[in-house]
């Protein structure tokens, strides 16, 4: 059944809404975990996707879904290739695909 949009309650949404959001999430075979949702007006360089988004939230729940071994793959994202986030992967996963692969 094709799904129907009323355009004017669509634009006063939007308008109610930031314009950016910003979301994580780790899958696996073994589970997923919650969406991680990143503050409005943040600025997400290697320094923060390592503390905060990896370190104290996604790594965490990968370790207790997967256990000792998981691959860990991320995009090319401008935080995600930065070096501080690329040594952290080498160092704390298992295994690592770069996003220079």
Request: glycine share 4%; proline share 6%.
């Amino acid at each position: 059944m094709p799904l129907h949009y009323n355009a004017k309650l669509l634009q006063w949404t939007h308008l109610t809404f930031s314009k950016i959001l910003i979301v994580f999430i780790g899958m696996s075979k073994s589970g997923k975990t919650n969406l991680i949702f990143v503050d409005p007006g943040v600025k997400i360089n290697g320094t923060y996707c390592c503390d905060v988004l990896l370190t104290d939230q996604l790594l965490p729940i990968m370790h207790e879904i997967s256990g000792k071994f998981f691959i860990f793959q991320q995009d090319s994202a401008p935080a995600h290739s930065a070096y501080e986030s690329i040594s952290l992967m080498e160092w704390e996963t298992p295994a690592f695909i770069s996003p220079d692969l």
